[in-house]
C-alpha cells in the first residue's frame, strides 16, 4: 500500500521558496511512489503564482482558510497613526497566540483526516509563517509519523525583542520536528544555533530548478516585444524591490563605471520586479543622470526568457537569502552570475571558475566584476558554460527531488527504502 506525503506552506504569493513545492507536485516519480496532497493558506494571489506555476496533478489540494495578521481590515484602521507600531507589537503579542491555536485547530483535523505517513512544512525562514508552526505542532497532536520541515532563510535570532516572547513556541517546534532541512550549510548552522539543536536533527539538501523550453527561448523575440535595442552587455536583475536585494548597490556600481568613462553603449541593465524602493530607485537614476543605463521592466511574465536575453545575472542582495533560485537558474542558461556572497551564493558559484563573487554592499567590487564582463565577453561566456556544467551536476529539479525521494524512503521504511 502506498504512503502518504503532506506538503504544507503558506506564503503570501508563490513566491521563490514555494519552488520545491511547484517541483514536488509536478514529479511523477514521487506521484508513483506515494499518495502526494497539499494544503495552503488560501488567497486569490497565492492561487494565481500556484496555478500558472504548477499545472493541476493527481495530487489532493486543500485550500484552508488561514488568516494572516497585517490583513487584517480593522487592525490595520484601528492603528494606523503615530503610535502604529508600538501598538501593533502588543496586539500581535496578544492576537498571535489566539491565531496560533486556530491554526493548530484547522490543521489538526485535516491531519487526523487524510492520515499522512510524513509531513513536509515549507517555510519561508525561521520564525516565518505562523502556520508553519502550527503544522509542526498539529501533526505531533495527530499523531503523524514523521514531521519535516524545510527553512528557506536565514533564521532570526532573540536579538529582537519581540523574539524573545516566541522562544516557548520555538521550543516546542524544535521539539516536534523530527528534522530541519536548509538548502545551504549556512543557514543550517544559523538554524542549529537559534533553536538549539542537535547536529542530527539539522540536514543540508540543495534545492534544484527546471527552465522549460529552453530551446525555444529567442533573444531577440524578447528584445522586439519589448521594442528594446541595446547595445553592448546587457545585465539582468531579477529580485523585489527592496533594500535587502541591494538594488542601490547596483545602481551605485553603475554609476561608478559611468563615472570611469563607460557609456551607454557599453553595458545596459535592466531591472526586473516590483517593490516599496521602486519610487526611490528611479529617483536615483534621475538624479544621478543614469537613464541611459537603466530600464525598470516592472513584473515581467515570461522571466525565463527575460534571463536568456541577458549576457549575465547580477543579485547584489545585502541580507536575508539562502540558496537563490535566481542564481542556478541563471546558471542553467549558461549565464555569467555575479552574486553577493550572502548565505547559500558560496555553495552555488565557485568563484572566478562559475561566476563572480563580491563582498555585500561593496560598491567597487560589483563594479569591477561587471567591468570585467563588458570588457573580456569570452571570459564571462567561458565562465557561463562551467556554470552550466556545474548546475547539470548539482542543481537540476530532478537530481534535488531525487534527494529528497531518498531522504522520505529512507525515513518512512528504514535503511532499505534506499534500495526502492
Given at each position: 500500500m502506498k504512503k502518504k506525503i503532506h506538503y504544507h506552506s503558506e506564503c503570501e504569493f508563490f513566491a521563490g521558496c514555494e519552488n520545491m513545492i511547484g517541483n514536488f507536485l509536478m514529479s511523477k516519480n514521487l506521484s508513483r511512489d506515494f499518495h502526494v496532497s497539499f494544503s495552503y493558506a488560501q488567497s486569490k494571489k497565492y492561487e494565481e503564482g500556484l496555478w500558472n506555476r504548477v499545472p493541476r496533478t493527481t495530487a489532493k489540494y486543500f485550500a484552508l482558510p488561514l488568516p494572516k495578521l497585517p490583513e487584517l481590515v480593522w487592525f490595520r484602521c484601528l492603528f494606523h497613526g503615530i503610535f502604529h507600531s508600538?501598538?501593533?507589537?502588543?496586539?500581535?503579542?496578544?492576537?498571535?497566540?489566539l491565531i496560533l491555536i486556530y491554526e493548530i485547530i484547522v490543521l489538526y483535523i485535516l491531519f487526523k483526516k487524510i492520515k499522512p505517513d510524513l509531513v513536509h512544512i515549507n517555510n519561508g525562514g525561521y520564525p516565518g509563517a505562523l502556520s508553519a508552526r502550527a503544522a509542526a505542532l498539529a501533526s505531533k497532536l495527530a499523531s503523524v509519523p514523521i514531521i519535516l520541515m524545510v527553512v528557506n532563510n536565514v533564521a532570526v535570532g532573540y536579538e529582537r525583542y519581540s523574539r524573545k516572547f516566541e522562544l516557548p513556541i520555538d521550543l516546542m517546534v524544535a521539539h516536534c520536528v523530527d528534522l530541519f532541512i536548509t538548502s545551504?550549510?549556512?543557514t543550517a548552522a544559523r538554524l542549529a544555533k537559534v533553536l538549539r539543536l542537535k547536529p542530527s536533527k539539522v540536514m543540508t539538501l540543495y534545492n534544484g530548478v527546471n527552465i522549460s523550453n529552453r530551446?525555444?527561448?529567442?533573444?531577440?523575440?524578447?528584445d522586439k516585444s519589448l521594442k528594446l535595442k541595446k547595445r553592448g552587455i546587457?545585465?539582468?536583475?531579477?529580485?523585489?524591490?527592496?533594500?535587502r536585494k541591494g538594488h542601490e548597490i547596483?545602481?551605485?556600481?553603475?554609476?561608478?563605471?559611468?563615472?570611469?568613462?563607460?557609456?551607454?553603449?557599453?553595458?545596459?541593465?535592466?531591472?526586473?520586479?516590483?517593490?516599496?524602493?521602486?519610487?526611490?530607485?528611479?529617483?536615483?537614476?534621475?538624479?544621478?543622470?543614469?537613464?541611459p543605463f537603466v530600464t525598470f521592466l516592472g513584473h515581467e511574465k515570461n522571466i525565463e526568457h527575460f534571463m536568456n536575453a541577458c549576457d549575465s545575472i547580477i543579485l547584489p542582495s545585502i541580507a536575508d537569502e539562502d540558496f537563490p533560485n535566481v542564481v542556478i537558474e541563471a546558471m542553467s542558461l549558461s549565464k555569467l552570475v555575479i552574486a553577493s556572497k550572502v548565505s547559500g551564493t558560496i555553495e552555488q558559484v565557485h568563484h572566478n571558475e562559475t561566476g563572480f563573487l563580491v563582498s555585500p554592499g561593496d560598491v567597487n567590487e560589483l563594479a569591477a566584476a561587471m567591468k570585467v564582463a563588458i570588457r573580456q565577453p569570452n571570459i564571462a561566456k567561458k565562465l557561463g558554460s562551467k556554470a552550466k556544467k556545474r548546475y547539470d551536476d548539482f542543481f537540476t529539479a530532478e537530481l534535488a527531488i531525487g534527494r529528497y525521494l531518498g531522504l522520505y524512503r529512507t525515513l518512512i521504511f528504514g535503511e532499505r527504502g534506499k534500495k526502492c
Amino acid at each position: 500500500m502506498k504512503k502518504k506525503i503532506h506538503y504544507h506552506s503558506e506564503c503570501e504569493f508563490f513566491a521563490g521558496c514555494e519552488n520545491m513545492i511547484g517541483n514536488f507536485l509536478m514529479s511523477k516519480n514521487l506521484s508513483r511512489d506515494f499518495h502526494v496532497s497539499f494544503s495552503y493558506a488560501q488567497s486569490k494571489k497565492y492561487e494565481e503564482g500556484l496555478w500558472n506555476r504548477v499545472p493541476r496533478t493527481t495530487a489532493k489540494y486543500f485550500a484552508l482558510p488561514l488568516p494572516k495578521l497585517p490583513e487584517l481590515v480593522w487592525f490595520r484602521c484601528l492603528f494606523h497613526g503615530i503610535f502604529h507600531s508600538s501598538l501593533k507589537f502588543v496586539v500581535r503579542l496578544l492576537i498571535a497566540p489566539l491565531i496560533l491555536i486556530y491554526e493548530i485547530i484547522v490543521l489538526y483535523i485535516l491531519f487526523k483526516k487524510i492520515k499522512p505517513d510524513l509531513v513536509h512544512i515549507n517555510n519561508g525562514g525561521y520564525p516565518g509563517a505562523l502556520s508553519a508552526r502550527a503544522a509542526a505542532l498539529a501533526s505531533k497532536l495527530a499523531s503523524v509519523p514523521i514531521i519535516l520541515m524545510v527553512v528557506n532563510n536565514v533564521a532570526v535570532g532573540y536579538e529582537r525583542y519581540s523574539r524573545k516572547f516566541e522562544l516557548p513556541i520555538d521550543l516546542m517546534v524544535a521539539h516536534c520536528v523530527d528534522l530541519f532541512i536548509t538548502s545551504s550549510s549556512f543557514t543550517a548552522a544559523r538554524l542549529a544555533k537559534v533553536l538549539r539543536l542537535k547536529p542530527s536533527k539539522v540536514m543540508t539538501l540543495y534545492n534544484g530548478v527546471n527552465i522549460s523550453n529552453r530551446g525555444q527561448f529567442s533573444k531577440t523575440l524578447f528584445d522586439k516585444s519589448l521594442k528594446l535595442k541595446k547595445r553592448g552587455i546587457n545585465f539582468g536583475v531579477v529580485a523585489i524591490l527592496e533594500r535587502r536585494k541591494g538594488h542601490e548597490i547596483l545602481l551605485k556600481a553603475i554609476k561608478k563605471l559611468f563615472e570611469q568613462g563607460f557609456g551607454h553603449d557599453d553595458f545596459h541593465v535592466f531591472v526586473e520586479g516590483e517593490g516599496s524602493l521602486k519610487d526611490e530607485l528611479k529617483q536615483f537614476v534621475i538624479k544621478e543622470n543614469l537613464a541611459p543605463f537603466v530600464t525598470f521592466l516592472g513584473h515581467e511574465k515570461n522571466i525565463e526568457h527575460f534571463m536568456n536575453a541577458c549576457d549575465s545575472i547580477i543579485l547584489p542582495s545585502i541580507a536575508d537569502e539562502d540558496f537563490p533560485n535566481v542564481v542556478i537558474e541563471a546558471m542553467s542558461l549558461s549565464k555569467l552570475v555575479i552574486a553577493s556572497k550572502v548565505s547559500g551564493t558560496i555553495e552555488q558559484v565557485h568563484h572566478n571558475e562559475t561566476g563572480f563573487l563580491v563582498s555585500p554592499g561593496d560598491v567597487n567590487e560589483l563594479a569591477a566584476a561587471m567591468k570585467v564582463a563588458i570588457r573580456q565577453p569570452n571570459i564571462a561566456k567561458k565562465l557561463g558554460s562551467k556554470a552550466k556544467k556545474r548546475y547539470d551536476d548539482f542543481f537540476t529539479a530532478e537530481l534535488a527531488i531525487g534527494r529528497y525521494l531518498g531522504l522520505y524512503r529512507t525515513l518512512i521504511f528504514g535503511e532499505r527504502g534506499k534500495k526502492c
